[in-house]
């Protein structure tokens, strides 16, 4: 007999955002836990090219048989989800649906096997629990070892279907490649109206995918380079409103925010420490532009480096025991690691042309930088110490990489060339590949990607 598993996350609903908060009872078995199996499928990541897995996500059934229109929009959902990885390749499922007569009986795998070519299969099922919360079900099917690899119950409110969704998807990425998923996440970026040379700047805030889209500032005072707390929904940015660039800190839940000090000359490029309890900036006086380092408790800052040429665009490893950061203080822009005290920096940019805006990845592998080389400008990727440098993309104008959450995408934005040119925001994969357009409702440029929203 076939053993049954899920495991059940509780869901709240929030106004703000039209989103949903998470709250978590814990994981716990949900049917028979006794669920022993042999070693299912598994994806390994870090062989370079991976075939991707062919998975088929089947129609959701409504509870007790009953259609319900949410159904298909759920599988989408996490078929879109799991296909834009570059990871998973969709399976077309009107032949495999008979195939699965009900969410609580298993699925006829042979029949599975001679219709497709699908080496996993998610079914799923939406319902109410016995108090009424709104309540997801899906289960992950190992088709040619014919066993179930993964089960989990959501519940919630209903507008918090896509979250669901979403929540789902990481599950299911994770059982199949070992590492977390990165789809439950936000996406901050500046959103850009009006002619080229007189552009409205405002931040606006979405899932990671387009949807659930908000705007965080008016657009009355120019914004530029927001930037996620990696441990909370939070954010830093610069704005011009009093006239110069200031750093301010914004609770994207509350929007309450608050200005990190009024410091003499201009202020650039903040981003907060892995632990989101300080902040790096560029701070420009007496015609220098350095690197400090703000504790967000004492708002005290410490001066990291002093030299007369431009520091600037920093960024932590994700332990907190180095920084990186852009220079020219060898006469051209160039990229240099340092302790995060401060102290002697190593220059690990030797390649042609130059090279902008580093960012640490969440698993301390890599550094993503801008590469501008022949009047190009590309997104690139190399180890710490400079080995490995990879370019990625390559186009008129490619700027600002972002992180997601697993260190396994990047996001970024790319502007057209010409007085009609307009930035859009793209996202690939960091083995390279098929770039991604992502989806919002106007120009967009200088995004960051946010933690995953548990």
């Known amino acids: ?31 028979d836990d006794a669920h022993a199996q042999s070693q299912p499928l598994k994806l390994t990541l870090d062989r370079g090219v991976v075939e991707p897995l062919p998975i088929a996500v089947l129609d959701f059934f409504g509870q007790g048989g009953v259609d319900d229109p949410l159904g298909p929009e759920l599988a989408k959902v996490i078929e879109t989800d799991l296909t834009g990885t570059n990871v998973f390749r969709n399976v077309p499922d009107a032949a495999i649906a008979p195939m699965v007569p009900s969410f609580s009986a298993p699925p006829r795998f042979n029949d599975v096997r001679t219709l497709s070519n699908a080496a996993a299969l998610v079914t799923g099922e939406i319902g109410s629990t016995p108090d009424g919360r709104f309540a997801l ?22 507008a918090a279907w896509r979250r669901m969704a979403h929540r789902a998807s990481d599950a299911i990425y994770e059982r199949l490649t070992g590492e977390p998923g990165y789809f439950e996440t936000r996406i901050v970026f500046v959103d850009e ?17 387009g949807e659930n889209l908000e705007y965080l500032t008016g657009g009355a005072s120019l914004v530029l380079t927001p930037r996620f707390s990696p441990r909370s929904q939070e954010i830093t940015y610069i704005s011009y409103r009093d006239g110069l660039p ?29 632990d989101g309890k300080r902040v790096l900036m560029s701070l420009s006086r007496g015609g220098n532009t350095d690197i400090y380092d703000m504790d ?13 040429s431009i520091d600037t665009a920093p960024s932590y490893s994700p332990d907190g025991s180095r920084i990186v950061f852009e220079s020219d203080r060898g006469g051209s822009q160039q990229i240099y690691v340092m302790p995060a005290s401060g102290g002697s920096a190593k220059r690990i940019s030797f390649g ?23 009047g190009r400008f590309g997104i690139g990727v190399m180890g710490p110490d400079g080995s490995g440098e990879r370019i990625l993309t390559d186009s008129f104008l490619d700027e600002s990489p972002t992180w997601a959450p697993n260190g396994r995408r990047l996001m970024f ?14 996202s690939i994969d960091i083995r390279g590949g098929k770039e991604t357009l992502v989806a919002t409702p106007g120009p967009a440029s200088d995004p960051a990607w946010g933690p995953v929203m548990r």
């Open 413 to 426: 934005f790319r502007e057209t060339q010409g007085s009609r040119g307009r930035p859009q925001l793209f």
């Open 296 to 308: 967000l408790r004492t708002r005290q800052i410490t001066r990291l480096t002093s030299n007369t």
């Open 352 to 374: 042609s042309g130059r090279y902008a805006t580093p960012v640490w990845s969440p698993r301390g592998d890599l550094i993503a930088f801008t590469k501008i080389s022949g």
């Open 1 to 31: 007999m076939m053993k049954i598993f899920l495991a059940t996350v509780r869901i709240g609903g929030l106004h703000a955002l039209g989103v949903a908060c998470l709250a978590f009872a814990a994981l716990v078995p949900w049917g």
């Open 137 to 158: 079900r899906f289960r992950l099917w190992d088709v040619v070892a014919q066993q179930q690899i993964a089960g989990f119950q959501y519940t919630g409110d209903r």
């Open 246 to 274: 200031r750093v301010y800190l914004l609770d994207i839940e509350s929007r309450r925010q608050e200005i990190l000090g009024r410091f003499p000359g201009m202020t650039f490029a903040p981003r907060f420490s892995p």
């Open 193 to 209: 109206r009006g002619p080229k040379n007189q552009r409205v700047k405002r931040l606006a805030v979405m899932d990671y995918d």
